[in-house]
């Protein structure tokens, strides 16, 4: 059972483009909304995170737009770079529980 | 500050044998958490500790124990390792208690092949 649910899971994107990378979550007690990325051979790092009592957060190159009404979340990036060629991760939870979604594996073209 | 270390780095099993893996974080944090990430699956929780001297069980606990050694150590123990617990270990620690509103700090890894 895929709490949430993450697509693409593979994404090229042209330097200076936009990267687009979408979740859908299931359970409505879910209160914390994070994307990790993650370079090769390192772990998770938290990238932006979102609350759902807004419906954008952005934070330089990087935007969430969330959907509470949908349970839909995305992430953004803006003037993509090579350098962030990386797997992104979104994740849903609460104290109590957090799930993540499979990953996207982005690659940005010079 | 070296954050979050784990050992080692790469390990081959054969099924049947046991090994333990080891977390450590020099940050003072409370909380710390053991993954195993699978490819399209994402990161699942196996077990985690919410402050010294407690530990329960995450998403995944079946064939692992774990030990919250001192504030600073939680370590994962694989007692009969299976083919099935191939994977990459990802240990975590946060300042607070829960993974709300708390950022993780992640480990670089533990790759387990189980032959």
């Known amino acids: 059972q895929q709490q949430v649910k993450q697509s693409p899971q593979s994404l090229i994107v042209q330097k200076g483009g936009i990267s687009i990378i979408n979740c859908a979550y299931e359970?409505?007690?879910?209160?914390?909304f994070p994307w990790y990325q993650q370079f090769p051979g390192k772990g998770p790092a938290l990238l932006i995170a979102?609350?759902?009592?807004?419906s954008e957060k952005k934070e330089g190159r990087f935007t969430i737009s969330f959907n509470k009404s949908a349970k839909q979340f995305s992430l953004h990036i803006m003037d993509s770079q090579p350098g962030d060629s990386a797997t992104y991760f979104c994740a849903a939870g609460n104290n109590n529980d957090m799930r993540f979604g499979a990953g996207t594996r982005l690659t940005v073209k010079p | 500050n070296a954050g979050v270390t784990q050992t080692p780095k790469f390990q081959v099993l054969k099924t049947g044998q046991s090994m333990t893996l080891q977390c450590a974080q020099d940050m003072n944090h409370n909380s710390m958490y053991w993954y195993r990430q699978d490819p399209g699956m994402g990161l699942r929780l196996i077990y985690y500790s919410a402050s010294e001297g407690t530990t329960d069980k995450g998403e995944v606990p079946n064939g692992y124990n774990v030990s919250r050694l001192n504030k600073r150590e939680f370590s994962l123990r694989l007692e009969s390792a299976a083919p099935s617990q191939t994977s990459v270990y990802f240990c975590a620690s946060i300042r607070g208690w829960g993974r709300t509103y708390n950022e993780q700090f992640f480990g670089p890894g533990t790759r387990l092949t189980v032959l």
């Open positions: 359970n409505t007690a879910f209160d914390y």
């Open positions: 979102i609350r759902p009592d807004v």
